[in-house]
C-alpha cells in the first residue's frame, strides 16, 4: 500500500459479497383484469416534472388475486406512508407492516391463487436495503413470495403481507432516484460518492441523505473509505428540514468532541451530499442548535466550500498517446503535429504502446509492444529513471500474456493487468494487488479519481463485462493493496472491451464487437445506480479515454493509420494521429 494510504482512520474491515446498482429500466406489471388499476400522472414541482404514481384502493367484490395485484401496483406509491398500499391490508397488518425496511425489485410475475392464499414467483432484479443501497441480485435469483389473505368486513384483505417493499423494476425507475452520498477517501482530502436510492416524490427526501450519511457507507465500500461523523451521531431532531432552498442540520452532542480539521470534513461530507439534492443549495449546521464552526467557511455552507474535497476538473491536464512506437502529445488540433515525449532512438528499441504519463512527478510508464512487458522513465530527458536504472529506461517482465495497460491512479502508481491478475508498478517494481474473491480473471483496469474505487473488465462466460470494486486500505501489512467487494454495475452485462473514468460517478465504456469496420457501443455509464447513455457511435473504436472538464477522446482507424477522435456537440472530430489516449496530469 503506499504512504499516501496510511496512517489515518479506517472503516471497519470487511470483504463484502459482490454488491451493485443497475439500470432499473424496463416495463411495469400492471393488472390485466379485475377491478383494481393504477394510473400515472405527470406532475409539475419546484425541481422539475416528475411521473407520479396515483394508485386507487380495492373495489367491493375484488377477489384474492386482484387485491394482490392491487396492492403490488400501489406499493408504488409512497404518499401518505403508502397509504392507498395499506388500504388492501388488514387493519392489524396495516399497523405492522413496515415499507421502509428494504426493497425488492422483481421482473417477469407470476400469480398463482390457491383460496385465501396468493403466490408471487419472479425473477429478482435486485435489493434496496433500508439505507437506499442498491444491490443486483444474481442472474439466477428468483422471488417467491405468498400472501395470506382473510375476509375483513366481507372483503378479502391480505392478513400477511411479506416484508418490505416488492417493486417493478419500471416503477422503481419511476417513483425513485439515486443520489450520491460523500465519504472520505485517500488521505482524507478526498470526497468518494456512493449512491443512494430515494423516493422522488418523498418531502423528507433531505432526511433520508441524511440519515444515510450517519448510518456509514454500504458495505462493499467500508474498506476502501472513513468518514469524519463521530460512530453513533444521530441527527438531534430526526428531519432536515428545507428553507429556502436551505437544508437544515442539526447534530447530537457526539460531534461536539472532534477537532477544527474533522469538523471541516464532517461539515463537507454533509454539504457536498444535501446539495446534490434538487433544490438545496446551501446548508446549516449546528450541533445541539448551536452553529457548527468550520474553519475557512461560514453558514450557510455551499458545495463551493468545499470543493478542494473532490479531484479537481480544473487542474492542467495534457492528452496523450503512443504513435509509431513512441509517447506523443497532442493539442488536439489536426493542424498542429503531436510532440514526442519518449525519444525516436528508444521506438527502435522498445516500441512503446498504451502510454499512462504523469507530467507532475515527470515519469511515464507504456507497454512495450509484442512483449509481456512494461517500460517506465522520464519525461524530461526520457532517459530513465532515478536508482540502479540511470541512465536507461526500466523494463518489468509481466508473469502471463495479455498485457493491458497501464493506467496512472491518483496516487501516482501504474495499474495494469497481465494474465488476468492485476499489477502496480512504480520505480520500487511491480506488485501484485490481492482480489477477494480470489478467482476473478481481470483483463483492463481504471482507478477512478478518488482513489477509492476501480473499474474492472472481467472474464465472464459470456463475454468481458464490467465490474467495480473497493480498493482497501484494511488490507494485512502483508498485502500491498486488495481488491474487495467486486461486484456488477448493471444486471444486463455490457460486453465492454475499453473503460475509462469521466468523472467521480460514471464511466466511458466501448462495448461489443470491436474492429476497424465495426460500430461499437459506446455509452456513459452511472456507477451509483447503473443507467446507461449512449454516446455516437464510431466506426472502428478501439479504446475510449474521459476525465472530469474534459472531453471525450476515442482512438479509431487501422493499426498502421491510427486517428484520435474527440466527441463535441455530439459529433466526432478528428484531432490528430495516435492510438491508446490518455489524459495526463500537469503539462510537458
Known sequence: MSDDRRGTRRAPAGIAAALAATALLGC?????????????????????????????PPTPGATPEDIVRGFLAASASSEDDFAVARSFLTPQAAERWRPTSGIR??????????????????ALIATVDPA????????????????????STGEWRIADPPTGLLLTRGDLARGYRTLPAWYLGVGDDVLVPTGVTIPITAAGGAT???????????????????TAIPEGTRLSIDAVPIIESTAQVDLDRGVLGIDPASRRLLAGQLVTTLTGLPGVTAVRVSVAGQPLLVPGASEPFTAADFADLLP????????????????????????????????????RRLPLTSPAVDFTRGRWAAKVAGRPAVALGSTGSASGLPGPGRGAEVVIALPGGGVRGPVLGPDGRFWLTG????????????????????????????????????????RGPSGDVLRLAALSTTAAPEVQ????????????????????????TSLVVIAGTVGPTEVPTMAVVNVLDGSVRSLPGLIGARSITAAAGHPVIAASGEEAQPILQRLSENRWQVISQGSAPAYAPGTP
Do not use: C, K
Open 481 to 504: 493493496s486488495l481488491l474487495t467487494g467486486v461486484r456488477p454495475i448493471a444486471r444486463d452485462p455490457l460486453r465492454v472491451a475499453s473503460v475509462a473514468w469521466r468523472d467521480a
Open 208 to 226: 433520508v441523505l441524511a440519515r444515510s450519511l450517519l448510518a456509514g457507507p454500504p458495505q462493499w465500500l467500508a474498506p476502501a473509505v472513513r
Open 132 to 151: 437506499g443501497h442498491l444491490t443486483i441480485a444474481p442472474t439466477d435469483a428468483a422471488i417467491e413470495a405468498s400472501f395470506g389473505l382473510v375476509r
Open 28 to 56: 411495469t406489471f400492471v393488472p390485466t383484469s379485475g377491478p383494481v388499476v393504477e394510473g400515472r400522472t405527470v406532475v409539475t414541482g419546484g425541481s422539475g416534472s416528475v411521473v407520479r404514481v396515483i394508485a386507487r
Open 105 to 122: 425489485v422483481y421482473d417477469t410475475p407470476v400469480l398463482s391463487a390457491d383460496s385465501s392464499l396468493v403466490r408471487l414467483a419472479a
Open 419 to 458: 494474465g488476468g491478475a492485476v499489477y502496480t508498478v512504480d520505480e520500487r517494481g511491480l506488485a501484485e494487488v490481492a482480489l477477494a474473491p480470489a478467482a476473478t480473471e481481470v483483463l483492463a483496469v481504471a482507478p477512478s479519481p478518488d482513489g477509492a474505487r476501480v473499474a474492472l473488465i472481467v
Open 312 to 347: 479537481d476538473p480544473g487542474a492542467p491536464t495534457s492528452l496523450v498517446a503512443s504513435l509509431n512506437g513512441q509517447i506523443v502529445t497532442t493539442a488536439g488540433d489536426p493542424a498542429v503535429s503531436p510532440r514526442p515525449v519518449t525519444p525516436a532512438r528508444l521506438a
